[in-house]
């Protein structure tokens, strides 16, 4: 790096502090906040009895529309019931589940101990349920969430985004609780790195992290999948603390993957860390291929034409750093490309450079098109952007490298922090938009439409026919 470069880092970093020190932080769901809705009664003191006292409420899809997973977590072993009913006034139904021990042992000394899970199932399509959780006697406060459609016909919002702290993601929290207070999006996607770090001081800034996300993670279904800050303890926060569809919970470290569906997309979410922890690489790629060539029978991709892929890692980036995404032989890119171009996956949602960047379609380094009018190939897109914790609270992830011919649209700029919101319109067109944290303004905007959705092919007439 110049001495150009340098200085310019040097001024970016000393004023990124000063609009991060500026900033009023997210409310976090320990206080009381009557227009945000979060509610959380104050954890016991240390030297006193544990409590069954419920915090860090969230959601999640389940297997089908009909289904939806709530979790919490208890200083105390207790019950896990969930009270519940399409009525604001009444909770007519009642579900209970499974609770666990989270210890010490698994990395989680100093965190609430014990972690519930209960399965709703049996409910409505698109219908708005009140819920309440209960351990033992002690109740939250209401919460809503919405069902989604038991059908492809309609045009989902999602909000997507990486690499979210507990401090530095708080502007773009806010836009988050704004969402969830709103009704303006139906899931939410994090892909990977959350809390910076789950596990630090014994587990109590996850604790944090999850009460922080408590608002927008109790109201809409929150979605994710690994990142590297999540590797130590064998992802063992991780997969503790969140659920997801098809698996086993805890999540078995053998198998951090799954896939959705949302309206016309079949969603596919993948561990990138499986290549940088000598991880089961091989069978991770094995069910990423039946599940692709289970989405691509013609049954299936004329139902839902979109396939959309989520992992932390990104294949390419401009970053001015050393990461895998910066090597022309990256781990990612050798593992996976060449699998999801021959399986026709429109689009790549990435984070871990803490920075936006959007790519033309690209296979193999070359550029098919400069525009998203029937690509030929998948659309990367890199979002992680959302506010790590580096830096005393700040990112600092500078884009320096010069631009390569795949990147078109980069932004790396002190305060920018933002989420990624991905509108499904219809079988056809989806929008992507890049949304800045400190006041909700729309930093990009595209449009991709594909009109002969399946598996691309280096020879145009295979696709086009």
């Not at 003191?45 to 208890?74: C, F, R």
């Not at 990486?162 to 139906?186: C, F, I, Q, Y």
């Not at 013609?298 to 990104?314: D, S, T, V, Y």
């Not at 871990?352 to 400069?370: C, D, G, I, K, N």
Request: net charge negative.
């Amino acid at each position: 790096m110049d001495r150009k470069h340098i200085l310019s880092l040097l001024f970016v970093l000393v004023f990124h502090a000063h609009v991060v020190y500026k900033i009023v932080g997210a409310p976090a769901a320990d206080t009381v906040d009557h227009n945000e809705g979060q509610i959380r009664q104050p954890r016991e003191p240390s030297n006193k009895k544990a409590t069954a006292i419920p915090e860090q409420i969230h959601i999640a899809l389940g297997d089908a529309v009909t289904e939806m997973v709530v979790m919490w977590s208890t200083q105390a072993r207790s019950s896990s019931v969930v009270k519940y009913g399409p009525l604001l006034d009444s909770l007519n139904l009642v579900a209970s589940g499974d609770c666990v021990e989270f210890s010490w042992l698994e990395g989680n000394a100093e965190g609430l101990q014990f972690i519930h899970r209960v399965k709703l199932r049996n409910l409505l399509p698109a219908t708005n349920y009140s819920y309440k959780v209960e351990s033992d006697s002690q109740e939250s406060s209401m919460f809503t969430f919405a069902t989604l459609p038991d059908t492809t016909d309609w045009s989902p919002t999602l909000l997507v985004f990486g690499d979210m702290g507990h401090v530095g993601g708080a502007p773009s929290l806010r836009l988050l609780n704004e969402a969830a207070t709103k009704r303006t999006a139906d899931v939410v996607i994090h892909v990977g790195d959350f809390a910076y770090d789950f596990h630090d001081e014994g587990g109590k800034v996850g604790d944090a992290f999850m009460n922080r996300i408590q608002h927008v993670a109790s109201t809409i279904p929150y979605m994710t999948c690994p990142g590297n800050h999540e590797i130590p303890n064998s992802f063992s926060h991780y997969r503790y603390r969140f659920s997801m569809p098809s698996l086993p919970w805890p999540m078995p470290l053998e198998k951090m993957w799954f896939s959705f569906n949302v309206a016309r997309a079949h969603f596919v979410s993948y561990s990138t860390e499986v290549y940088f922890t000598n991880g089961p690489v091989d069978e991770q790629y094995e069910w990423l291929l039946k599940d692709l060539e289970e989405a691509n029978k013609p049954e299936n991709r004329q139902l839902r034409p979109w396939i959309i892929a989520m992992g932390h890692r990104p294949m390419y980036c401009s970053n001015g750093n050393n990461d895998d995404c910066t090597n022309k032989g990256s781990k990612v890119r050798e593992s996976l490309e060449e699998l999801f171009f021959s399986q026709g996956v429109d689009i790549i949602i990435q984070g871990h450079e803490h920075s936006y960047e959007r790519l033309w379609p690209v296979y193999m380094e070359q550029v098919y098109a400069e525009n998203y009018t029937n690509p030929r190939a998948p659309v990367h897109i890199i979002g992680g952007a959302a506010g790590c914790n580096d830096w005393y609270g700040s990112c600092a992830d500078p884009i320096l490298f010069p631009r390569g011919p795949w990147s078109a649209f980069r932004s790396w700029l002190p305060g920018l922090y933002g989420i990624g919101k991905l509108i499904l319109h219809n079988a056809t067109h989806v929008q992507w938009q890049q949304l800045i944290a400190l006041n909700g303004q729309i930093m990009d905007d595209v449009w991709i439409e594909q009109n002969h959705h399946g598996k691309f092919s280096t020879t145009p007439s295979d696709q086009d026919s």
